[in-house]
């Protein structure tokens, strides 16, 4: 089965510009995961999504940091404006909507900004 | 809140020997505990998860991990290591609602 597509697959970026990331997450896996890694770091969950619906937002910096799952498949994460700190790696995953279950993960997309 | 530990930034082992990477655990109630591994430029894959049932759970690539309920610790072994084995290894738990909170993660190095 295809896997978990991101892209872009690298962006550098200047502080105080936008950015987008979008995900395609496994055919059928209604949960989807925004994580960031940075780099010495597990990563860390942003988001999680139930079909369209948000279920866990609370460690996403609302601020500047908004994602979105229209129709209930593909998602996209923005930052808008964009810090030194936010150069990570952002990874996204989906599952199925089982107790318990793996979570599949994509190569994410490595953020630089300058 | 829950949380793992891995107390080990890198792990060095010759191809061939057992290796062991480490993790404990800190939660309430009972843990849900997973393994992935991060190879350079890739995504987390899947090894293996402890939901119940037989402490030592068996996962990809000849992986194997025990569950210790008394030392709190869920360790990653495998019995031979591999050149190709080398990768970024972490431990998470899993919260109510399927989340994954990851340790820091430990760098295997096997050498030839």
């Known amino acids: 089965e295809a896997g978990v597509a991101q892209s872009p697959r690298y962006k550098i970026i200047e502080k105080r510009q936008s950015v987008a990331f979008w995900c395609n997450p496994i055919?059928?896996?209604?949960?989807l995961y925004w994580y960031q890694q940075i780099l010495g770091q597990g990563p860390k969950l942003l988001i999680q999504f139930q079909n369209n619906g948000v279920v866990d937002d609370s460690q996403l910096p609302k601020d500047r940091f908004s994602a979105e799952r229209l129709k209930g498949v593909d998602s996209t994460l923005k930052i808008q404006p964009a810090k030194l700190e936010d150069s990570a790696v952002y990874l996204c995953a989906s599952s199925l909507p089982r107790m318990n279950t793996e979570a599949f993960f994509g190569q994410g997309t490595r953020l630089t900004v300058v | 809140a829950q949380s793992v530990a891995q107390p080990e930034d890198q792990v060095n082992v010759a191809e061939g020997n057992p290796l062991t990477v480490k993790c404990t655990y800190s939660?309430?109630?009972?843990?849900?505990l997973f393994w992935y591994v991060q190879y350079p430029n890739r995504g987390l894959q899947f090894l293996l998860k402890?939901?119940?049932?037989?402490?030592l759970v068996k996962g990809s690539y000849g992986f194997e991990a025990e569950f210790n309920k008394s030392q709190t610790s869920f360790h990653l072994k495998k019995p031979s290591a591999l050149v190709s084995d080398s990768a970024l290894y972490f431990c998470?738990?899993?919260?109510?609602?399927?989340?994954?909170?990851f340790g820091a993660g430990t760098i295997l190095r096997v050498k030839s």
């Open positions: 939660v309430s109630g009972n843990p849900y």
């Open positions: 055919s059928g896996h209604a949960t």
């Open positions: 998470a738990v899993m919260e109510y609602g399927n989340k994954l909170v």
């Open positions: 402890y939901i119940t049932g037989d402490n």
